[in-house]
T-cell receptor, first 113, second 114 residues
Framework: GNSVTQMEGPVTLSEEAFLTINCTYT??????LFWYVQYPGEGLQLLLK?????DKGSNKGFEATYRKETTSFHLEKGSVQVSDSAVYFC????????????FGSGTQLTVLP | NAGVTQTPKFQVLKTGQSMTLQCAQDMNHNSMYWYRQDPGMGLRLIYYSASEGTTDKGEVPNGYNVSRLNKREFSLRLESAAPSQTSVYFCASQGFPGQGDEQYFGPGTRLTVT
């Protein structure tokens, strides 16, 4: 079955530091890949997505590239801000008829001023 | 548009009590989902409804029932609550195939069973 393995946290960075959160997946077919963000006390929000190999998703300074050869979708940001403190989830979208999402366990990011 | 709404936001139950969590979406989405979120475990799918009139079990359906009341509403029922059901519950909706596979989430219901 499908699975997503995500870098364990928590991750603590200083403001303006470079961020990488690793995500690898196992899937059959050609899934879509997503990064969701969850701010304290809120639901999940879609941060970015990529639907096919070599696609790059980007939003709010965050980027991730769909790498089929390494089955990875690592999240990066060049300069984090305090407001980026949140939990980040990598997810895989089923390419079959069910279209379910499989989530990683989440990575807690704290950015210190 | 309100997106996905959930009620209540917080609930405390005693073991054996029952309750229904409500979810509604105003995006004309076909598919709806119920997840639970526990510390360190990400989100786990409880039940989903691929379209109005259909429901299917997800990864952790035991102890729950669902109803897809109409296209907008998808409720989750706990018939006899247990402490193991203490969790944060999220409802999500998803558009038609071809509209994108992302899901849109509600704000969650924090449930404590004592």
């Amino acid at each position: 079955g499908n699975s997503v393995t995500q870098m364990e946290g928590p991750v603590t960075l200083s403001e303006e530091a470079f961020l990488t959160i690793n995500c690898t997946y196992t899937a059959t077919g050609y899934p879509s890949l997503f990064w969701y963000v969850q701010y304290p006390g809120e639901g999940l929000q879609l941060l970015l997505k990529a639907t096919k190999a070599d696609d790059k998703g980007s939003n709010k300074g965050f980027e991730a590239t769909y790498r089929k050869e390494t089955t990875s979708f690592h999240l990066e940001k060049g300069s984090v801000q305090v407001s980026d403190s949140a939990v980040y989830f990598c997810a895989l979208g089923d390419s079959g008829s069910a279209r379910q999402l499989t989530f990683g366990s989440g990575t807690q990011l704290t950015v210190l001023p | 548009n309100a997106g996905v709404t959930q009620t209540p936001k917080f609930q405390v139950l005693k073991t054996g009590q029952s309750m229904t969590l409500q979810c509604a979406q105003d995006m004309n989405h076909n598919s709806m989902y119920w997840y639970r979120q526990d510390p360190g475990m990400g989100l786990r799918l409880i039940y989903y409804s691929a379209s109005e009139g259909t429901t299917d079990k997800g990864e952790v359906p035991n102890g729950y029932n669902v109803s897809r009341l109409n296209k907008r509403e998808f409720s989750l029922r706990l018939e006899s609550a247990a402490p193991s059901q203490t969790s944060v519950y999220f409802c999500a909706s998803q558009g038609f195939p071809g509209q994108g596979d992302e899901q849109y989430f509600g704000p969650g219901t924090r449930l404590t069973v004592t």
